[in-house]
């Protein structure tokens, strides 16, 4: 399995952006889909997960919406109003297994190399 991310760059605070992400595999659909993001110095958090069900960091809840195209094997991060605390680089993660705890990065097997997403204030 492959995941590539695009959709990163550098807006102001308000800003819009949508972050993409690439799968390879026939059976993309089956698996959870996530994103996380890591800041310098800070771990690496989830902030949205796609599966049997969807569900959102409470920071994030509200302005960011996870969202994914089976057919093109493609998961998506809309994110509005973006604030300078949402600075750093996003990944797309794939997760395997059934009942995974969706917010751990030790759930997914499977990560992208990451897009860098900075936000001006």
């Known amino acids: 399995v492959q995941l590539v991310e695009s959709g990163g760059g550098l807006v102001q605070a308000g800003e819009s952006l949508r972050l993409a992400c690439a799968a390879s595999?026939?059976?993309?659909?089956?698996?959870?889909m996530a994103w996380f993001r890591q800041a310098p110095g800070k771990d690496r958090e989830c902030v949205a997960a796609?599966?049997?069900?969807?569900n959102y960091a409470d920071l994030v809840k509200g302005r960011f919406t996870i969202s994914r195209d089976n057919a093109q094997n493609t998961v998506y991060l809309q994110m509005k109003n973006l604030k300078p605390e949402a600075t750093a680089t996003y990944y797309c993660?794939?997760?395997?297994?059934?009942?995974?705890?969706?917010?751990?990065?030790?759930?997914?097997?499977?990560w992208g190399q990451g897009t860098q997403v900075t936000v001006s204030s």
């Open positions: 595999g026939s059976t993309y659909s089956r698996y959870v």
């Open positions: 993660a794939l997760g395997l297994g059934y009942g995974l705890t969706w917010s751990l990065a030790r759930s997914y097997e499977y």
């Open positions: 796609s599966g049997g069900t969807t």
